[in-house]
């Protein structure tokens, strides 16, 4: 079966190209090194034997040019490298929000996972300078082949000394990367506390929260800065002792071409050329035992945003259905949370036309807003299934399903920008003659044209809507583009009178032009837009019709009730003065 691949490795993959570039750059850059060592051997066994100061001025000038190739080569790969960090975050950016917001969605996320945090670190892994170590490390036998040209002995010496620096690498690796795992969940745990308490600030400090959960946190962080500090002084172990080896090995190597010069073996510009040489073969070890925490992290990362990606790809391209127009049937078995063990709601089964509006009514608990979830396509039924002109809202995709669908959840939640934009929901291509119509039928136009800069006011920079004016708009982004599904749970909980008004002639303008409107709602003032009832106890239909059928039994019901109450209740004793009155 074909399985379109990640879009992670295939974003990783597209940066081989430049990845070869790099390489080919770090291949001449290292030969041109040897540039230096040559020079002093040069210097030591020619210049200052001959004392020819022409062949000191050909050999610095020479020098010169080769230091200004190197220098143009590493920032040519410096800038490459940039490049490839925000390609690969501009190419990864928008499927793992995607994947994301579907987890999100689905209630799988947990503290502490940030796929932004984890492609930020990423882009700044590739750019920065560690990936350059490992680019200049597969060149380090090219200097330990110089070092046996200038002598066996000293070649010896060079891969005795890569040697270990390698293995105490491997040592550093094994020995860090569980407690830096465990480290970055901490940091999680305590960045998600903080953000929550954050968010809900006036929350916190409405109801005497703000001390525990600043104790509570400051508990959190203690624990990532108890593994932060493990890791930090395991890798700071390994960084010191492989100087310290690196600085034994240079001056080692330094006596070792002496003994050879003081022998007759070598001379003294090789004594000092295989030291400068030894320097560069280690150096990318040294700095990848130094930067090894990026490493570990930049691939704790790309972990992440695999496993995210493989646990929720994106949705394959679906045949694009005609946008319905007729009927909404819906017949579910069992439906819940994505990930509730039990089903919360169940036994629904329905059939709408075109201009139906619908009251689904019940107490606290009976599954209004899970219905309304079904709805509006965040979730899905388990078993059964809601159609639209016949076809399973499952089988839609996605973004077209959205298109059709007007959803006002409980919590109003407006996004950054302009109220414009905000009711056109951020499509690319807003069209200011429906989201004029989305505020007029909102009821909202006035409103937004009295703000200082009406429809182009920025939401979040400062500027304070009250609730039921933030439900009224959100109620505008629902209506905008004329959807055919309208989902309206509990749309007048922050509304007064007049927001009231505003939605009953929403859900009557939607009804004139052939919208299915559903309104999750416990006021009876809202039944007065619909025409339809649903009603809901402990998760199951208990009733589905016209409005009158529905509400009138209900009616009788309850004055029955109320006058079997008072028949049943015993007489009050009269008072005194009642007595008193009667006498």
């Not at 109801?207 to 946190?217: E, I, K, Q």
């Not at 994106?314 to 078995?333: F, K």
Request: glycine content about 8%.
């Amino acid at each position: 079966m074909f399985q379109k691949k990640s879009p992670v490795k295939a974003a990783w993959a597209s940066l081989k190209p430049g990845f070869a570039a790099i390489a080919f750059f770090s291949l001449i850059l290292n030969v041109l090194m040897l540039a230096g060592p040559l020079y002093m051997l040069q210097v030591y066994d020619r210049v200052l034997t001959s004392q020819n100061m022409d062949t000191l001025i050909a050999l610095s000038l020479l020098l010169v040019g080769v230091f200004a190739v190197t220098g143009m080569l590493d920032l040519m790969r410096n800038r490459i490298l940039g490049r490839l960090g925000a390609r690969f975050e501009m190419r990864v950016g928008e499927p793992i929000l995607k994947s994301a917001m579907a987890r999100r969605q689905q209630g799988r996320a947990t503290a502490g996972q940030s796929p932004s945090a984890d492609v930020i670190g990423l882009r700044d892994f590739i750019a920065g300078p560690t990936l350059t170590a490992f680019f200049d490390a597969p060149w380090i036998p090219l200097y330990l082949g110089v070092l046996y040209i200038l002598h066996p002995l000293l070649g010896a010496l060079g891969l005795a000394g890569a040697l270990i620096l390698t293995i105490l690498a491997l040592i550093n690796n094994a020995r860090s990367s569980d407690v830096m795992s465990e480290a970055s969940k901490a940091r999680g745990r305590s960045d998600a506390l903080f953000t929550t308490s954050e968010q809900n600030a006036e929350l916190v400090h409405a109801m005497g929260m703000t001390g525990d959960l600043a104790r509570r946190w400051t508990a959190l962080q203690l624990d990532s800065h108890h593994l932060k500090l493990r890791v930090s002084d395991r890798m700071s172990s390994f960084s010191v002792l492989s100087k310290t080896i690196r600085m034994g090995l240079q001056s080692g190597m330094l006596g070792l071409g002496a003994a050879l010069a003081i022998t007759g073996q070598a001379t003294a510009g090789v004594m000092i050329a295989a030291t400068i040489v030894l320097a560069r073969a280690l150096a990318p070890i040294d700095q990848l035992i130094g930067q090894w925490r990026s490493f570990l992290a930049a691939r704790g990362s790309y972990k992440n945003l695999v496993a995210l990606d493989k646990e929720f790809p994106q949705a394959p391209m679906r045949l694009a259905l005609p946008r319905p127009h007729l009927t909404l049937d819906a017949d579910i078995a069992k439906a819940g949370p994505p990930m509730a063990r039990n089903a919360t709601i169940g036994g629904i089964k329905f059939s709408l036309s075109a201009g139906d509006a619908v009251a689904v009514i019940g107490h606290s608990g009976s599954g209004k807003s899970t219905l309304a979830k079904m709805l509006a396509g965040i979730w899905m039924p388990q078993q059964g299934s809601i159609r639209l002109d016949g076809n399973p809202t499952a089988k839609w995709d996605a973004q077209e399903l959205g298109q059709l669908v007007g959803y006002l959840p409980q919590d109003v939640e407006l996004f950054d920008g302009t109220i414009r934009e905000n009711i056109a929901r951020f499509s690319t291509s807003i069209d200011d003659a429906k989201v004029l119509q989305a505020a007029v039928d909102a009821d909202v136009h006035g409103l937004i044209s009295s703000l200082p800069d009406g429809y182009s006011t920025e939401i979040g920079q400062g500027f304070h809507l009250s609730g039921g004016q933030r439900q009224r708009i959100a109620l505008a982004r629902a209506l905008y583009n004329d959807p055919f599904v309208l989902v309206l749970d509990e749309p007048n909980s922050d509304l007064d009178h007049k927001g009231e008004q505003a939605l009953r002639g929403a859900i009557q303008a939607a009804r004139a032009r052939g919208a299915i409107t559903f309104v999750m709602t416990h006021r009876p003032s809202t039944l007065e837009a619909v025409n339809k009832v649903i009603t809901l106890s402990q998760g199951a239909q208990t009733g589905f019709g016209d409005k009158e059928d529905i509400l009138r039994p209900r009616t009788q019901n309850s004055i029955a009730s109320t006058k079997r109450r008072e028949v049943a209740a015993p007489s009050q004793p009269q008072t005194r003065a009642q007595q008193g009155a009667n006498a």
